[in-house]
């Protein structure tokens, strides 16, 4: 790409770059009209697609209209017929809502449906007998309540899988050595056994049958799929060939390229005492994987999963000397259900898909004990998000690696939060620009939801698809969406240039996790009791207060260094090369790998021995702690890395032969402290790519290598806390430096570049909460360096005209269709009603404090003033008006006739330096607020649950107060003098 490629790609960036939705329908309750007006809509905003899914209406024919039936498919259509015919992108989801694949089609008892080891158990004295029947497991009991959509169905089948006996030490401990297999003795579903007279016995009868567990809204029930035997995907293949994809939705699919299938997090339940998930063939894959059976180690996998797989505890233990054996056994067994999740599902479900022109998004493999970057090879799209990680920096990381190895579209679903409607939009355009600092380039905003819902339980300001308590929705029911045009071109033009080439990420982390902690987004609760607000969390703590998860150390962090994580069983795959001292030069290029926990693959430890053999530098690290579970303040902390390998595979030694080995070589080093990790890697004669010339607190950095061109992207992320800051950047070669200006797609020459020593180094201030993206051209003729500039204020502008436009609910429409099909359905939709209240002329304060306005306003402000410039603009020099605060609010400023323009909410400056005219100038800008004064004054929070409240049993609302909404500056005229400037601008 050149510089004039880029202009080109920047001025109007392409629908494909532009943030999607996910799109939350009421079932299959909405008419034409309004499927037509949502994707209208959706478009006009600037949204490049849409992913939808049904969610649950209150007040309808769930037969009728669910996930299903005939209205669900004919709604289906639409959107992908409407959503192709403007261009946009159009992702369908695996099943009824979101959690997980279902089907309408199975029962818990077919192989297809997800499956579950059960345990009963029998305690037996010294020497005592039994006989008779084994006892089995009550599939009628009452089963427990989950955090997880859906509950346990009707499971009538149960089969026997083994019975284990094991002498008892403790109440939760027994004696490994004691294990016994009694399987082979069982008749007819009965055993007689006598026990050793050496103590109490314990007597296991394991049995799988179906978990059970539903999905809703379907037109009859959905029961979520076997993702462990092939039984699962072939179903789901099976329903999509012959109920969903019908000719006609095949030839709109044929037509669209951007067709996807989105997998989200694994939201999968168990219900009996085992915990274990299961299937048919899993004993003999694990018997050919491991090498050994797993039957005796049964009793020490039984466990309890309150909530998502890091929340697993196990029921029993060993004793000491024993316990690393046994957590071998547990990283075998959590390491087969990985194999099978990847190759009995994603693999074949992928290639469905893609012989259909159908693409696969799926965030693998978390809240399931599943590896998580393995399956990252196996999609077309890596998906995270922001909810579960808390937005944090490093949590972005943990899949980054895979994303980038193999080339794989990063995206993420931003926007969940638990307190709908109540914070400012700055919000989320920190966790958007957090995510571009790890390199995620798609944003799918979670969500849209239309205003139309069912009659009689729809109110304003409107249907909301996903729970009150969760979420927001970015849709004409929010004051800002008159801004989502500008904001949809902004971000499309970051997440265009920094899709660009490939990514230079300077360290991979080599890191396996099964039981990654994707609640940590959740700790909301301090050590006291009491609710920490989403804004606090985000804003002020973890990433923000110097807390990092999971590398804690912050040392290449603070100077400019990039890195990310995945398993180190990657590196084995044949995609993935060590050329020219880095590791894939053809996608992150890493400079380096770090090895720090306590375990390591002896196959990875050879082959990263080979490579250090041919030139890889590697740092050993011991003693890191890591991240465990946030919400129990668990952490893991690795005293020797590389001490052995994680499975029952006998291969200690030869790992410790193998690490002996890269010890001896020159291009290894070890620490005994994460801290001394960066020297070592400078010690190893390497640099950042785009290292800071001093440590810097506050900024994130991010680089693409595109032929001569490199594209930084640079991010002040201390946005509550911080203060403005000066970063130096060193960049590899000699080049011309230009800033992007996202909001207008101008590009500038930056100013403030030196050239040392076969470097260019920038010089870049900014505010907090900034973000700023600048190309190197590196195949510049002679460039040359610049100082940088400094804006001087010509003029502060305090006096405006101010009217607010106050939103409201309005009358209800209704929406009936009737398609012959026998019945009408009817819809309502909520209107708004919007009133301008005039607040006259003066200073600017916020609308709590404007006596025509007042605390419970929520909608749009307008402020119109003018100004004088005594003289033309000076050519050369660059004009900004800095709106100051406009309290964290999207809008848009117009100066004369000139564009009209959006801005950053973290630094509200707009270029305006070709719509100044000599003499007077008048200013336009319009500012919105959230919903939140008005829904707190009607009364609405008193009804939306506190979601960390739900969680626990209680039943608190969410609590929220006025804002200060409004433009609030100070807004001045500032000017930035770039030559040598003969004539000067005066301002009156």
Same mark, same amino acid.
């Given at each position: 790409m050149s510089l004039d490629d880029l202009t080109r790609l920047v001025t109007d960036p392409a629908i494909e770059f532009r943030p999607e939705v996910r799109w939350w329908l009421a079932e299959g309750l909405h008419t034409d009209e309004t499927l037509l007006r949502e994707v209208d809509t959706a478009h006009r905003l600037g949204f490049g697609g849409m992913e939808f899914l049904a969610m649950d209406e209150a007040g309808i024919d769930h037969a009728r209209y669910g996930w299903g039936s005939e209205e669900w498919t004919h709604d289906s259509h639409v959107v992908v017929e409407e959503t192709t015919r403007r261009n946009m992108a159009v992702s369908f989801t695996s099943g009824t809502n979101w959690a997980n694949a279902n089907l309408p089609t199975i029962t818990p008892d077919h192989p297809a449906a997800a499956q579950e080891l059960d345990v009963v158990t029998e305690d037996l004295g010294p020497a005592g007998s039994r006989s008779g029947l084994l006892p089995r497991v009550d599939l009628d009991a009452e089963a427990p309540t989950t955090q997880l959509p859906g509950h346990r169905g009707k499971v009538t089948e149960q089969h026997l899988v083994a019975v284990v006996a094991a002498r008892v030490l403790e109440a939760t401990t027994l004696d490994l050595q004691s294990v016994v297999d009694l399987t082979d003795q069982v008749r007819d579903e009965t055993l007689e056994w006598r026990a050793p007279e050496d103590g109490p016995w314990r007597l296991f009868v394991l049995w799988m049958h179906g978990t059970g567990q539903t999905a809703s809204p379907s037109a009859s029930v959905n029961y979520t799929v076997n993702y462990l035997d092939r039984d699962g995907v072939e179903a789901v293949i099976d329903y999509w060939t012959s109920v969903v994809l019908t000719p006609e939705l095949r030839e709109q699919i044929s037509r669209n390229p951007r067709v996807q299938m989105y997998m989200d997090s694994l939201e999968l339940s168990t219900y009996g005492a085992g915990g274990l998930f299961w299937g048919r063939t899993f004993a003999e894959e694990f018997r050919a994987r491991r090498g050994y059976d797993i039957t005796v180690w049964l009793p020490f996998l039984l466990r309890s999963v309150p909530f998502m797989a890091v929340s697993t505890t196990y029921h029993y233990d060993v004793r000491d000397e024993h316990r690393v054996t046994v957590e071998k056994v547990r990283f075998d067994y959590v390491r087969t259900l990985t194999d099978l999740y990847i190759e009995n599902m994603l693999r074949p479900f992928a290639t469905f898909l893609h012989d259909n022109g159908i693409g696969l998004r799926s965030e693998i493999s978390y809240g399931l004990p599943f590896e998580l970057t393995r399956p990252g090879p196996e999609v077309d799209g890596i998906e995270t998000e922001s909810l579960e990680f808390g937005a944090q920096i490093d949590a972005y990381r943990l899949m980054a690696g895979p994303a980038h190895l193999f080339g794989k579209q990063y995206s993420s679903e931003t926007g969940a939060t638990t307190r709908n409607h109540i914070l400012d939009h700055r919000f989320y355009d920190q966790i958007i620009a957090t995510q571009l600092a790890a390199g995620i380039t798609k944003t799918v905003l979670h969500g849209w939801a239309s205003t139309a819902g069912a009659e009689g339980v729809t109110q304003w300001p409107g249907h909301e698809g996903m729970w009150s308590r969760f979420s927001e929705r970015f849709d004409t029911r929010q004051p800002a969406a008159e801004f989502y045009p500008l904001w949809n071109k902004a971000l499309g033009r970051y997440q265009a240039v920094l899709r660009q080439g490939t990514p230079r990420v300077d360290v991979g982390i080599l890191r396996t996790d099964h039981f990654t902690d994707n609640t940590s987004g959740l700790a909301l609760v301090d050590s006291e009791g009491r609710r920490i607000p989403d804004e606090d969390a985000y804003g002020r703590r973890w990433m923000r207060d110097r807390q990092n998860?999971?590398?804690?150390?912050?040392?290449?962090? %603070?100077?400019? $260094?990039?890195?990310?994580?995945?398993?180190?069983?990657?590196?084995?795959?044949?995609?993935?090369?060590?050329?020219?001292?880095?590791?894939?030069?053809?996608?992150?290029?890493?400079?380096?790998?770090?090895?720090?926990?306590?375990?390591?693959?002896?196959?990875?430890?050879?082959?990263?021995?080979? $490579?250090?053999?041919?030139?890889?530098?590697?740092?050993?690290?011991?003693?890191?702690?890591?991240?465990?579970?946030?919400?129990?303040?668990?952490?893991?902390?690795?005293?020797?890395?590389?001490?052995?390998?994680?499975?029952?595979?006998?291969?200690?030694?030869?790992?410790?032969?193998?690490?002996?080995?890269?010890?001896?070589?020159?291009?290894?080093?070890?620490?005994?402290?994460?801290?001394?990790?960066?020297?070592?890697?400078?010690?190893?004669? &390497?640099?950042?790519?785009?290292?800071?010339?001093?440590?810097?607190?506050?900024?994130?950095?991010?680089?693409?290598?595109?032929?001569?061109?490199?594209?930084?992207?640079?991010?002040?992320?201390?946005?509550?806390?911080?203060?403005?800051?000066?970063?130096?950047?060193?960049?590899?070669?000699?080049?011309?430096?230009?800033?992007?200006?996202? $909001?207008?797609?101008?590009?500038?020459?930056?100013?403030?570049?030196?050239?040392?020593?076969?470097?260019?180094?920038?010089?870049?201030?900014?505010?907090?909460?900034?973000?700023?993206?600048?190309?190197?051209?590196?195949?510049?003729?002679?460039?040359?360096?610049?100082?940088?500039?400094?804006?001087?204020?010509?003029?502060?502008?305090?006096?405006?005209?101010?009217?607010?436009?106050?939103?409201?609910?309005?009358?209800?429409?209704?929406?009936?269709?009737?398609?012959?099909?026998?019945?009408?359905?009817?819809?309502? /939709?909520?209107?708004?009603?919007?009133?301008?209240?005039?607040?006259?002329?003066?200073?600017?304060?916020?609308?709590?404090?404007?006596?025509?306005?007042?605390?419970?306003?929520?909608?749009?402000?307008?402020?119109?003033?003018?100004?004088?410039?005594?003289?033309?603009?000076?050519?050369?020099? /660059?004009?900004?008006?800095?709106?100051?605060?406009?309290?964290?609010?999207?809008?848009?400023?117009?100066?004369?006739?000139?564009?009209?323009?959006?801005?950053?909410?973290?630094?509200?400056?707009?270029?305006?330096?070709?719509?100044?005219?000599?003499?007077?100038?008048?200013?336009?800008?319009?500012?919105?607020?959230?919903?939140?004064?008005?829904?707190?004054?009607?009364?609405?929070? %008193?009804?939306?649950?506190?979601?960390?409240?739900?969680?626990?049993?209680?039943?608190?609302?969410?609590?929220?107060?006025?804002?200060?909404?409004?433009?609030?500056?100070?807004?001045?005229? &500032?000017?930035?003098?770039?030559?040598?400037?003969?004539?000067?601008?005066?301002?009156?």
């Amino acid at each position: 790409m050149s510089l004039d490629d880029l202009t080109r790609l920047v001025t109007d960036p392409a629908i494909e770059f532009r943030p999607e939705v996910r799109w939350w329908l009421a079932e299959g309750l909405h008419t034409d009209e309004t499927l037509l007006r949502e994707v209208d809509t959706a478009h006009r905003l600037g949204f490049g697609g849409m992913e939808f899914l049904a969610m649950d209406e209150a007040g309808i024919d769930h037969a009728r209209y669910g996930w299903g039936s005939e209205e669900w498919t004919h709604d289906s259509h639409v959107v992908v017929e409407e959503t192709t015919r403007r261009n946009m992108a159009v992702s369908f989801t695996s099943g009824t809502n979101w959690a997980n694949a279902n089907l309408p089609t199975i029962t818990p008892d077919h192989p297809a449906a997800a499956q579950e080891l059960d345990v009963v158990t029998e305690d037996l004295g010294p020497a005592g007998s039994r006989s008779g029947l084994l006892p089995r497991v009550d599939l009628d009991a009452e089963a427990p309540t989950t955090q997880l959509p859906g509950h346990r169905g009707k499971v009538t089948e149960q089969h026997l899988v083994a019975v284990v006996a094991a002498r008892v030490l403790e109440a939760t401990t027994l004696d490994l050595q004691s294990v016994v297999d009694l399987t082979d003795q069982v008749r007819d579903e009965t055993l007689e056994w006598r026990a050793p007279e050496d103590g109490p016995w314990r007597l296991f009868v394991l049995w799988m049958h179906g978990t059970g567990q539903t999905a809703s809204p379907s037109a009859s029930v959905n029961y979520t799929v076997n993702y462990l035997d092939r039984d699962g995907v072939e179903a789901v293949i099976d329903y999509w060939t012959s109920v969903v994809l019908t000719p006609e939705l095949r030839e709109q699919i044929s037509r669209n390229p951007r067709v996807q299938m989105y997998m989200d997090s694994l939201e999968l339940s168990t219900y009996g005492a085992g915990g274990l998930f299961w299937g048919r063939t899993f004993a003999e894959e694990f018997r050919a994987r491991r090498g050994y059976d797993i039957t005796v180690w049964l009793p020490f996998l039984l466990r309890s999963v309150p909530f998502m797989a890091v929340s697993t505890t196990y029921h029993y233990d060993v004793r000491d000397e024993h316990r690393v054996t046994v957590e071998k056994v547990r990283f075998d067994y959590v390491r087969t259900l990985t194999d099978l999740y990847i190759e009995n599902m994603l693999r074949p479900f992928a290639t469905f898909l893609h012989d259909n022109g159908i693409g696969l998004r799926s965030e693998i493999s978390y809240g399931l004990p599943f590896e998580l970057t393995r399956p990252g090879p196996e999609v077309d799209g890596i998906e995270t998000e922001s909810l579960e990680f808390g937005a944090q920096i490093d949590a972005y990381r943990l899949m980054a690696g895979p994303a980038h190895l193999f080339g794989k579209q990063y995206s993420s679903e931003t926007g969940a939060t638990t307190r709908n409607h109540i914070l400012d939009h700055r919000f989320y355009d920190q966790i958007i620009a957090t995510q571009l600092a790890a390199g995620i380039t798609k944003t799918v905003l979670h969500g849209w939801a239309s205003t139309a819902g069912a009659e009689g339980v729809t109110q304003w300001p409107g249907h909301e698809g996903m729970w009150s308590r969760f979420s927001e929705r970015f849709d004409t029911r929010q004051p800002a969406a008159e801004f989502y045009p500008l904001w949809n071109k902004a971000l499309g033009r970051y997440q265009a240039v920094l899709r660009q080439g490939t990514p230079r990420v300077d360290v991979g982390i080599l890191r396996t996790d099964h039981f990654t902690d994707n609640t940590s987004g959740l700790a909301l609760v301090d050590s006291e009791g009491r609710r920490i607000p989403d804004e606090d969390a985000y804003g002020r703590r973890w990433m923000r207060d110097r807390q990092n998860h999971w590398w804690q150390d912050l040392g290449m962090q %603070d100077a400019g $260094w990039t890195y990310e994580f995945f398993d180190g069983s990657l590196l084995l795959r044949e995609e993935v090369s060590f050329t020219g001292g880095l590791v894939q030069p053809d996608g992150p290029g890493y400079q380096a790998l770090i090895v720090y926990q306590e375990t390591l693959d002896a196959d990875v430890a050879a082959e990263l021995l080979q $490579w250090a053999r041919q030139g890889l530098k590697l740092v050993i690290v011991n003693g890191a702690r890591e991240l465990k579970w946030l919400v129990a303040g668990q952490h893991t902390t690795h005293h020797r890395a590389a001490a052995r390998t994680p499975g029952l595979d006998g291969r200690d030694e030869e790992l410790a032969q193998t690490m002996a080995h890269l010890r001896a070589l020159p291009t290894v080093a070890e620490v005994d402290d994460p801290a001394h990790a960066l020297q070592a890697l400078r010690d190893l004669g &390497l640099s950042g790519r785009a290292e800071f010339a001093t440590d810097n607190h506050s900024v994130l950095g991010h680089l693409r290598e595109d032929g001569d061109l490199l594209h930084l992207y640079l991010y002040h992320f201390l946005y509550e806390t911080g203060e403005p800051t000066t970063v130096e950047v060193a960049l590899p070669g000699t080049a011309a430096a230009h800033r992007i200006d996202a $909001w207008t797609g101008d590009i500038r020459p930056h100013h403030g570049v030196r050239h040392e020593a076969g470097r260019t180094i920038v010089t870049v201030t900014l505010a907090p909460g900034e973000t700023a993206l600048l190309t190197l051209d590196r195949a510049a003729p002679q460039p040359t360096g610049s100082d940088p500039v400094t804006a001087e204020p010509l003029q502060e502008i305090s006096q405006w005209t101010i009217a607010v436009e106050s939103w409201d609910a309005g009358d209800l429409e209704v929406i009936s269709e009737d398609r012959g099909l026998g019945y009408e359905t009817r819809e309502e /939709r909520p209107t708004t009603a919007i009133t301008r209240l005039d607040a006259g002329h003066g200073p600017l304060r916020p609308w709590n404090d404007l006596p025509e306005v007042g605390p419970e306003v929520s909608g749009v402000g307008e402020y119109t003033t003018t100004f004088t410039l005594d003289q033309a603009p000076v050519a050369g020099t /660059r004009y900004v008006l800095d709106l100051g605060s406009t309290a964290g609010a999207l809008g848009c400023v117009q100066v004369n006739q000139g564009a009209v323009k959006g801005f950053d909410t973290s630094c509200p400056q707009v270029d305006v330096t070709g719509d100044l005219q000599p003499g007077q100038n008048r200013v336009t800008v319009r500012v919105s607020s959230s919903l939140n004064n008005r829904l707190l004054a009607r009364g609405y929070y %008193d009804a939306v649950p506190d979601v960390m409240a739900f969680f626990v049993g209680g039943n608190e609302t969410q609590k929220t107060t006025a804002h200060g909404h409004g433009l609030l500056g100070p807004v001045r005229l &500032l000017r930035e003098a770039t030559t040598d400037a003969t004539t000067e601008a005066t301002t009156s």
